[in-house]
C-alpha cells in the first residue's frame, strides 16, 4: 500500500513538472511568433516602400531627354553606351543621395556608398544649406550624418536633360541637366528647416568615364544654383471696410390680426464695418484659405407704420376717477402721419469663411476669387428716434349714454382722464404751438441681444501692390437665416399699454412697449445684405 502511495505522489509531481514544462514551453513559443509576426510585418513595409521607392526611380528615368544631346568626338556606339551608363548612374544617384541606408537612417555605410558615387576631389554644390557653395563629397556626406540622422536628405528629381557627350584627354563626359527639389536644409543657424513645397535647384550633373569602360560613370562634379528659396504657405493677416444695403423681409406679429389697418413695414438700412483677420492656407498651392476675424460696425433701420386708425373694443384699461362706473370702455388711437422708428446700431461679428482664389494669371499679380462662409452678429443699441404723430380718444358706455374723451362736456374732467388730442414725436417740421404735445421715448425702450447667424459670399478682384501684399475689392452678399431682431411675443397693442400713472398717452406708451417697435410689431425679420468692400490682404513671412 505504502509502494503505490508512493508511485501515485511521483506520477503527480511528475505531472506538475511536465505542466510547468508546457506552460514555459508554450510562453517561449507565443514570445517568438509574435517576434516572427513583428519581423514579417516591418519587413513587408520596408519590401513596400522600396517597391514604392524603386518605381518612382524608373519612372523618372523614363523621363530623361536626349534628344538635344550634343556630341562632340564620340563614335555613335560609344554615344548609344554612354548614354545607357549615365541611366545606370542617374538610378544610382537618386537611390543613395539621400543617404538612407534600407532601415531609414544615415549611417556610416550609407554615407560610405555615397561618396563612392563621386571621383576624389570632386565638388558638389551645397543643396542642403540655406546658402549655397561648393564643397567636397566628403563634407556633404558628414554634414548629412550630424544633422540629418533621421530623416536624410528628402528630395524628388524633374526635368532630366542629358545635355551633352564629348571626349576630352581619353576620357568621356556626360553632361545632366535636372531640377532638385530639396525638402530640408540647414538655416544659417545650421537648425535643420523643412520645406513642403521644396528648394529647388538647377543643377548639372557631370559623369565621367574612361574609354575603356564606359559603363562604370563617377560623378566628376555638380554645380548649379537655387532658383526657388522655400515658398511654402504662410499665414495671413487683413483688413476691410466694408458698406452697403440691408433688406428685410417681415411678418407682423399675431398680435396685430385683429387690426388689419396696422400694416407695420421694414425699411431697408445700411451697414459700415471695419474688420481684421487672420489667414490660414489650406494645402501649399496659396489658393485655398482658412479666414478668421473679428468685425465691428455700425447698421442702420426703420420701421414705419402708414397713417390708420384702430379701435380696441371693450378695453379694460380705463383711468380715472374710481367712481365712475362703466359698462365698457372704447379707446381708439389715430396714427396722423406716417410714423417712423430709426434704430442705430452697434454690430459685432464673428466670420468663418474659406478663401479661394478661382483665377490668377501668369505673374500673379492679379486674380479673382470668392469667399464662402458663415457668420455670427450681435446688435447692441445705441440710438433710437421716433418721428410721427398719433392721437386717441376714449369712449366710456354707461348705461344708455357715451361719453368721449376729450371732450367739451363742462360736466367731464379731462384731466382726469390724462387723454390729450394730439401727440407728436422728434419732428422738426412739428413745432409746439401746432396744438399738439411732445412725447418722450419709454424709459426702458431697447433691443434685446440676438444672434444673428448668416450665410455669407463674396466675389473678389485682387492685385498685387508689393511682393507679399495684394489690394483687394469684393461684393459681400450675407443673408440672415435668423431672425434679425428678436420677437418679443408680447400681447399689448402699440401705443396701448395699461396706464400705471396717470391714464395719459405718454402713461399709455410707457407702458405699452416691452422692447423696440420692430420686435413688438414683427414676428420674423429676415436680412439680405449687399456691399462693396475694400481691403488689404498682407503674408506673414
Same mark, same amino acid.
Given at each position: ?92 544617384? #537618386?537611390?543613395?543621395?539621400? &543617404? ?55 528630395? %524628388? ?48 550633373? %557631370?559623369?565621367?568615364? %574612361?574609354?575603356?569602360? @564606359? ?44 387690426? /388689419? ?12 464695418k471695419l474688420g481684421a483677420y487672420y489667414y490660414k492656407s489650406i494645402g501649399t498651392s496659396e489658393k485655398l484659405w482658412l479666414k478668421m476675424g473679428l468685425q465691428s ?6 420701421? %414705419? ?17 374710481? +367712481? ?29 469663411? &474659406?478663401?479661394?482664389? @478661382? #483665377? ?49 362736456n363742462a360736466d367731464i374732467d379731462n384731466n382726469a382722464y390724462g387723454l390729450k388730442s394730439n401727440i407728436y414725436f422728434d419732428d422738426a417740421s412739428k413745432l409746439s ?25 463674396? /466675389? ?24 434679425f431682431f428678436k420677437p418679443s411675443n408680447t400681447s399689448k397693442i402699440l401705443f396701448n399699454g395699461v396706464p400705471k400713472i396717470d391714464g395719459s398717452m405718454q402713461d399709455?406708451?410707457?407702458?405699452? &412697449? ?14 439680405? +445684405? ?12
Amino acid at each position: 500500500m505504502k509502494y503505490l502511495l508512493s508511485i501515485l505522489k511521483k506520477n503527480n509531481n511528475m505531472s506538475k513538472i511536465n505542466s510547468t514544462f508546457w506552460c514555459k514551453k508554450n510562453f517561449y513559443f507565443t514570445k517568438y511568433q509574435i517576434l516572427i509576426l513583428a519581423f514579417t510585418f516591418f519587413s513587408i513595409c520596408n519590401v513596400n516602400s522600396q517597391k514604392n521607392n524603386n518605381a518612382i526611380i524608373d519612372d523618372f528615368i523614363k523621363t530623361i531627354n536626349d534628344k538635344k544631346c550634343i556630341v562632340m568626338n564620340v563614335k555613335d556606339i560609344d554615344v548609344i553606351k554612354l548614354k545607357r551608363a549615365t541611366r545606370k548612374a542617374m538610378t544610382k544617384y #537618386y537611390t543613395n543621395a539621400s &543617404l538612407l541606408d534600407n532601415n531609414g537612417m544615415v549611417t556610416r555605410e550609407s554615407t560610405q556608398k555615397f561618396k563612392e558615387m563621386f571621383e576624389e576631389e570632386s565638388k558638389l554644390l551645397s543643396d542642403i544649406t540655406q546658402n549655397t557653395y561648393n564643397m567636397n563629397s566628403d563634407d556633404y556626406a558628414s554634414m548629412v550624418f550630424e544633422f540629418f540622422t533621421n530623416t536624410g536628405v528628402v528630395f %524628388t528629381l524633374s526635368n532630366p536633360m542629358i545635355n551633352k557627350v564629348y571626349e576630352n584627354e581619353g576620357y568621356y563626359f556626360t553632361e545632366v541637366e535636372v531640377i532638385k527639389t530639396v525638402h530640408n536644409y540647414l538655416n544659417n543657424k545650421m537648425v535643420m528647416e523643412k520645406c513642403k513645397k521644396g528648394r529647388q535647384l538647377k543643377l548639372v550633373i %557631370t559623369f565621367r568615364s %574612361t574609354i575603356y569602360d @564606359i559603363e562604370n560613370s563617377l560623378i566628376q562634379n555638380i554645380k548649379g544654383s537655387l532658383i526657388r528659396e522655400c515658398n511654402d504657405s504662410n499665414p495671413a493677416w487683413g483688413w476691410n471696410l466694408e458698406g452697403g444695403s440691408i433688406s428685410f423681409t417681415s411678418e407682423k406679429s399675431d398680435q396685430l390680426n385683429p387690426f /388689419p389697418t396696422i400694416n407695420p413695414k421694414m425699411n431697408n438700412g445700411f451697414f459700415a464695418k471695419l474688420g481684421a483677420y487672420y489667414y490660414k492656407s489650406i494645402g501649399t498651392s496659396e489658393k485655398l484659405w482658412l479666414k478668421m476675424g473679428l468685425q465691428s460696425g455700425i447698421a442702420q433701420m426703420a420701421s %414705419t407704420i402708414d397713417s390708420c386708425s384702430f379701435t380696441i373694443n371693450n378695453t379694460t384699461d380705463a383711468f380715472g376717477s374710481t +367712481s365712475t362706473k362703466y359698462d365698457k370702455f372704447n379707446r381708439t388711437t389715430n396714427i396722423e402721419t406716417e410714423f417712423t422708428e430709426i434704430l442705430s446700431l452697434f454690430q459685432v461679428t464673428l466670420p468663418l469663411a &474659406l478663401k479661394y482664389d @478661382i #483665377y490668377q494669371t501668369a505673374s500673379k499679380k492679379m486674380g479673382l476669387g470668392v469667399e464662402l462662409g458663415v457668420s455670427g452678429t450681435i446688435n447692441f443699441n445705441i440710438k433710437k428716434s421716433w418721428n410721427g404723430r398719433i392721437s386717441t380718444k376714449g369712449t366710456y358706455i354707461i348705461g344708455n349714454n357715451s361719453y368721449t374723451i376729450p371732450t367739451q362736456n363742462a360736466d367731464i374732467d379731462n384731466n382726469a382722464y390724462g387723454l390729450k388730442s394730439n401727440i407728436y414725436f422728434d419732428d422738426a417740421s412739428k413745432l409746439s404751438s401746432s396744438n399738439g404735445t411732445k412725447a418722450s421715448l419709454p424709459a426702458n425702450f431697447g433691443i434685446k441681444l440676438n444672434p444673428i447667424i448668416a450665410a455669407n459670399m463674396s /466675389p473678389y478682384f485682387y492685385w498685387a501692390i508689393s511682393d507679399k501684399s495684394m489690394l483687394q475689392i469684393g461684393i459681400p452678399i450675407s443673408y440672415a437665416f435668423t431672425n434679425f431682431f428678436k420677437p418679443s411675443n408680447t400681447s399689448k397693442i402699440l401705443f396701448n399699454g395699461v396706464p400705471k400713472i396717470d391714464g395719459s398717452m405718454q402713461d399709455r406708451i410707457d407702458q405699452g &412697449l416691452e422692447s423696440s417697435m420692430a420686435e413688438d410689431l414683427f414676428k420674423s425679420s429676415k436680412s439680405l +445684405s449687399i456691399g462693396i468692400q475694400f481691403g488689404i490682404f498682407t503674408l506673414i513671412k
